[in-house]
Structure formats: C-alpha cells, structure tokens
C-alpha cells in the first residue's frame, strides 16, 4: 500500500501544494491601480520578496503611495526596488526572526542613515520588540539629530526604556530643537533624563522641569 | 515390448497436440505492454513522466491513510489561505487612533496611508466642533505607518504634529506614525 501510495498520491498531493502556492501569488488587485507598465516590475519585486520570505506589505503600500500621489513609474519602482533591498539588509542586521513590522522599522532606520550594526547591537540588548525604537532612531535622524548622536541615544535607553519611555524621550528631542537647541545637545540631554526616569519606580517618576 | 521411455514421450506429444485456448484478449495486452515498454536507447524522464501521467494508477488507501491524506489537504487549503509574509502585526490587536488636521480653508480632507493602501476614497475627515478641525479616528496594529492629508483633491499635507517621513520618494510630503507592540 505504501508504495502505491507513495507514487501516485504523495505527487498529487505536492501538486495540490504547488498549486495552492500559486493561488496565493496571483496578481495582488490593489496594483491594478498602477498603469501598465509599472505593474509588472513592481510585481516582479514584490515576487522576489515574497520568495526571499521578505514582507511584501510593505512594498505593495509604497506602490500605491506612489500612484496615489500621482508619481511616475520609474520613480515607483525605483522606490519599492530601494525599500526591497533595505528590507533585506534590516532581515540581515536584525535576524531571521524579525517580525514584519521590526523590518520595515529597520528599514526605515538604515535609510536613515543607521548602520547594520547598530541594528545587530538593539537586537542584542532589547528582549522586546524593536519597531519604537527603530522608528524613534529613524525619527530623531529625520528632525536633524546626526545619526551617530541618535543611534548612541537610542542604543543606551533600549535595555530598560518602555516604548513609551522611547515616544516621549523622542518628543522631548523635537520640542527642545523645535526650541532652539542644537539637535545633538537637545539629545544628549533628553537622554539623560530619560534615563534617570526610567530607573525610578514607575509609579513615582519625576515630572521633567519646565515640561506639561 | 514395453519401451517406457516411449510411452512418456507419447503422453507429451499427446498433451501438446490439445487444443489450446487463448484469452482473446491477450492480443491486446500484449501490445500494450509492448508500447509500453522504454525505446532502445534510453526514454528521457520527460517520456517516462508522460507515460506514467497518462496510465490508470490505483490508490488503495486504508482508513488511516485516508485521514492522513484528508488532513494533508486541509493543510494544504490552510496555507494557500496563508500569506507568510503578511504582517505579523495584522493578527496583534489593533488601537484606535484619531488623527486631526485645523484646516479651517478646507472642504474636503481625506486621511490617507499605509493603512488604508493610499486609497483617499476609504477616510474622509469629519469636521468636528470648531468648523477648523478636521478628524478621522482609524484602528492600527504595531508598526510603522506613512500617511498624509490630501486636501480638496489637489494638495498634500503633512500632519504638523508628527515626524516627517524621511524615507518619502515621491516628493510630495509624509508623516509617519509609530505603534508599539505594548508597553507604550
């Protein structure tokens, strides 16, 4: 019976699985909203991220971004081609075992200007999930605080700051420039008390002078 | 006299000379056999793929098989219905969220993103108490969102009390929003 089985069964069962797989990579109908000749490139990356097991999501919002805002198709896929690859190199500095949503953080964090390696390190002091702080350190680049400076700040709160620890200390750093401060001084500074907020009981935490 | 030797091979000789009945069937089995059987020189795997393809196969199946063989195809239904690579935040719980604009010019706002595929059909805002304030409220899961305000249908704007996105491509501006996975 077995080997009955095993010859006739067994390759219409893998057929049945080759097929199902098929099913889910027909054509996503969101993308019809792009014109004709954007269409297939953009399917041919988002196809080559959903075989390098990359999160296609990610690519498929940045296409319609794009067509939305009314963009043309080489910038649209010029787009989603560097948001593959950075996704690529955040699975790479962040692990196999990064979630969907900490990739496009990361992402977002080495277009920045992050390296891979200050990604590597939050993965190794962090036990939680990384998307705030990646997103904070993506954040704080984009208000102006130099990478080096934003990267050193968010590396030193990751092990014990909560994420809304991370939120305020990064609305801290855009009110304090939005103020007048230097973008690196203004980080330093929040970062410091920050930290000295997160080690008091968090029933207890002192209000931070001159701040609502 | 008695020669047993020729009495043994007249038995034979009587026993071959009977009438012998051929199924009439066999002609046909035999060719079929016949076609069936590998070319000199080799089939190619296509050729044996093919004809394996096109022959009659019999599966026997005990019970147990037949169970195992039943939960392999709901496996199967289970992972066609299954994108791997979708967002693992699409099956965390989702917050409300309200985004407002003062926009006191305005006549139309729609509130678009990530999180609605950038479609400014799906949130329009509302005006709220003060004809300047504009409003949406919009459930999301952890992540990372860009979004953006698209204003009587020709302008862009970003939301003034969120970053900027840095990674904007198509020159119009964005604001991201951040959704932690807890704790914040």
């Known amino acids: ?57 990610p690519l498929v919002q940045r296409a319609l971004e794009g067509a ?21 190199h955040a699975r790479h500095a962040l692990g196999s075992t990064a979630s969907p949503a900490e990739l496009s953080a990361g992402a977002a964090a080495l277009r920045a200007g992050a390296s ?15 998307i705030v702080p990646l997103a904070v350190l993506a954040d704080l680049v984009a208000s102006g605080v130099p990478v ?55 029933g207890a935490r002192p209000q931070r002078p001159g701040r609502p | 006299m008695f020669d047993p030797v020729d009495d043994v091979i007249e038995r034979i000789a009587r026993h071959l000379r009977r009438p012998v009945h051929i199924d009439p069937a066999l002609d046909g089995r035999v060719m079929r056999e016949i076609t069936e059987l590998p070319t000199p020189g080799g089939a190619t795997a296509l050729g044996k793929a093919w004809r394996w393809l096109r022959r009659p196969h019999q599966v026997t199946l005990t019970p147990l098989g037949g169970l195992a063989a039943a939960a ?15 967002p693992a935040a699409s099956r965390a719980e989702s917050r409300a969220f309200q985004f407002v604009l003062v926009a006191p010019r305005a006549t139309h706002i729609s509130l678009v993103g990530d999180f609605n595929d950038w479609d400014a059909t799906r949130t329009p805002m509302h005006r709220t108490g003060s004809e300047a304030l504009w409003t949406a ?18 302008r862009w704007l970003a939301d003034p009390s969120a970053p900027l996105a840095r990674d904007e491509d198509y020159g119009a501006p964005s604001s991201v929003l951040t959704v932690g996975g807890g704790g914040s």
């Open chain 1, 1 to 57: 019976m077995r080997s009955v089985f095993t010859r006739a069964a067994l390759p219409l069962l893998g057929a049945m699985l080759v097929a199902a797989r098929a099913a889910t990579q027909q054509t996503d109908p969101r993308l019809e909203r792009l014109d004709a000749a954007t269409r297939p490139a953009v399917l041919a990356l988002v196809d080559s991220a959903r075989r390098d097991l990359l999160p296609t999501e």
């Open chain 1, 116 to 130: 891979q390696t200050t990604l590597a390190e939050l993965r190794h002091v962090r036990g939680e999930p990384l």
């Open chain 2, 72 to 86: 392999g195809l709901a496996l199967v239904v289970l992972l066609s219905r299954m994108d791997p690579t979708a």
């Open chain 1, 148 to 202: 080096d400076s934003a990267a050193a700040a968010v590396l030193s709160l990751a092990r014990r700051a909560r994420d809304a620890d991370l939120v305020e200390f990064r609305r801290a750093v855009e009110r304090d420039i939005a103020l007048g401060a230097p973008p690196a001084a203004a980080t330093a500074a929040a970062a410091t008390w920050t930290a000295q907020s997160v080690d008091v009981n968090a």
């Open chain 1, 68 to 88: 939305t805002k009314r963009a043309s198709g080489d910038l649209i896929v010029a787009a989603v081609r560097r948001l593959a690859v950075d996704l690529g």
């Open chain 2, 137 to 154: 409220v919009v459930p999301l899961e952890p992540g990372r969102y860009h979004y953006a305000f698209f204003v009587d249908g020709s």
